[in-house]
């Protein structure tokens, strides 16, 4: 059964986002409202300008609405950049409003000016035995601290990159900007675990 996986359609890579999905075996669908929010089974947030993306989000309702379904029935919610940022419990410096479901602290733009954006390869055990995972990061936030319900799945020069904590999945990382699809594929596998199909 092809599983419905919402790409919030707000800012940042929606398209590849969508081609990743595509590419595992999921029904991409763009999500601007409540409406969109009620036919999918899992969500994407792209990266983006948190401060902007949680103001249009309130604005739907989107924010309580996640929120209530996380709470209410385990909904899957990856959030990757600026939706790792929405995602955190904190945030350090200016913190937008947010879904605060993650029990993280976020340090939004950590790596500063000189090394705003950088591509490494990640080693992500989760991900099986392949090779190294392409990441590029785009003024990153790094989680600076996590609380014990969190798995991190990545480390980058000893600072997690990539955790999990129940239906909830982030990277301070983009994984859209590559053809590796493994990430978007874990994702989906989460959301199929969770429903049980
Ligand atoms: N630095 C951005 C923020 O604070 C996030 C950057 C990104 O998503 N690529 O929202």
Same mark, same amino acid.
């Given at each position: 059964m092809?599983?419905n996986?919402?790409?919030l359609?707000i800012?940042g *890579?929606v398209?590849e ?10 029904n991409? #669908? !763009?999500?601007?409202? +409540?409406e969109?929010?009620? /036919?999918?089974?899992?969500l994407?947030?792209?990266?983006? !300008? ?5 103001m249009?989000m309130?604005e739907? $309702?989107?924010?309580?609405?996640? @929120? %209530? %379904?996380?709470w209410?029935e @385990?909904? &899957?919610?990856? $959030?990757?950049?600026?939706?790792l940022?929405l995602?955190?419990? *904190? ?8 879904? $605060?479901l ?7 733009n950590a790596?500063? %000016? @000189?090394l705003?954006?950088?591509e490494?390869?990640l ?6 035995? $392949?090779? *190294? ?5 785009i003024?990153a936030?790094?989680?600076? %601290?996590?609380?014990? !319900? ?6 980058? !020069?000893? /600072? #997690? #990159?990539?955790?999990e904590q129940?239906? +909830? +999945?982030?990277?301070?990382f983009? &994984?859209?900007?590559?053809? *590796? ?5 874990y ?8 429903? @049980? #199909?």
């Open positions: 092809a599983v996986i919402g790409v359609a800012q *890579d398209r986002h969508k081609n990743h999905l595509a590419q595992v075996g999921a991409p #669908v !763009e999500v601007r409202t +409540l969109d929010l009620s /036919q999918v089974q899992g994407i947030i792209p990266g983006g !300008e948190s401060t902007t993306i949680a249009l309130a739907e $309702g989107l924010i309580d609405q996640i @929120q %209530r %379904r996380v209410d @385990q909904f &899957p919610v990856y $959030g990757t950049c600026a939706g940022i995602l955190s419990k *904190d945030v350090i410096g200016s913190s937008p409003a947010r879904l $605060g993650m029990d993280i602290v976020a340090n939004r790596y500063g %000016r @000189q705003a954006s950088f490494t390869s080693r992500i055990p989760a991900l099986g035995d $392949g090779p *190294d995972f392409p990441a590029v990061f003024r936030p790094q989680i600076v %601290r996590y609380g014990p !319900e969190v798995i991190p799945l990545a480390t980058f !020069e000893g /600072q #997690v #990159v990539m955790a129940g239906s +909830l +999945l982030t990277s301070a983009h &994984p859209e900007m590559s053809g *590796d699809v493994r990430i978007h594929g994702f989906v596998d989460k959301v199929r675990k969770i429903l @049980q #199909v």
